[in-house]
DNA sequence: GCATTGACGAAGG
DNA sequence: CCCTTCGCCAATG
C-alpha cells in the first residue's frame, strides 16, 4: 500500500469559506483552546505535539489565521519559549494580549511571563494525564 | 520562479 | 552573555 505522503494542503489552494478547515489550523487551535485560563504554552511546544516534522513557524503562521476561527482561539495564551509575548502587536491594540493575561491571572512583567516555567502548560504532557 | 519575510527555536561565535 | 546564522515550511512580493 502507498504510503500517503502528506498531502500539501495550503490555505491559498481552498477556498476562504474552507480555509478555517484547514486540518493543521484545526489542530493547533484545539491544542490551544485546551490551555486552561492562567496557563499558557509555546509554539514550539504545539509543533512538538503536532510532529517535529512541522516547525514551530508554522504554529505562528495557524495563528495569525486564528482570527477566522471559530470558537475564538485565546492567542494570548501562545508565547514563544521564552514566555515573551512577541505575538502581542498582532492584536487589535499591542496591549491587548497583555491585558488578557493578566486578566486570567498570569503577570506580566517586560512583555514577559512571569514565572513562566510554571505557567507553562505542555500540551504532550497534559495528554498523557488524559490517557 | 526566485527572494524575502515570519506570532520560532536551537546552535554557534 | 549578546548577537548572528541556520533550519524549518508556507506566504507574499
Known amino acids: ?3 500517503k505522503k502528506q498531502k500539501k494542503i495550503t490555505a491559498a489552494s481552498l ?3 474552507n480555509k478555517q478547515s484547514f486540518l493543521f489550523f484545526e489542530d493547533v487551535y484545539s491544542i490551544v483552546r485546551l490551555v486552561p485560563k ?3 504554552t509555546t509554539y514550539g511546544a504545539i509543533a512538538a505535539y503536532l510532529g517535529s516534522k512541522l516547525s514551530a513557524r508554522m504554529v505562528g503562521w495557524a495563528m495569525n489565521a486564528s482570527h477566522n476561527a471559530i470558537p475564538p482561539v485565546p492567542a494570548q495564551r501562545v508565547v514563544n519559549r521564552n514566555g515573551m509575548l ?3 502587536h498582532h492584536f487589535e491594540t499591542p496591549t491587548t494580549m497583555e491585558i488578557l493575561l493578566r486578566k486570567e ?3 506580566i512583567k517586560d ?3 512571569v514565572d513562566f516555567a510554571e505557567r507553562f502548560w505542555d500540551p504532550m504532557q497534559e495528554m498523557e494525564q488524559l490517557l
Request: without cysteine.
Open 86 to 88: 512577541t505575538g502581542k
Open 1 to 3: 500500500m502507498q504510503k
Open 105 to 107: 491571572g498570569v503577570q
Open 15 to 17: 477556498p476562504d469559506r
Open 111 to 113: 512583555d514577559a511571563v
Open 38 to 40: 492562567g496557563r499558557v
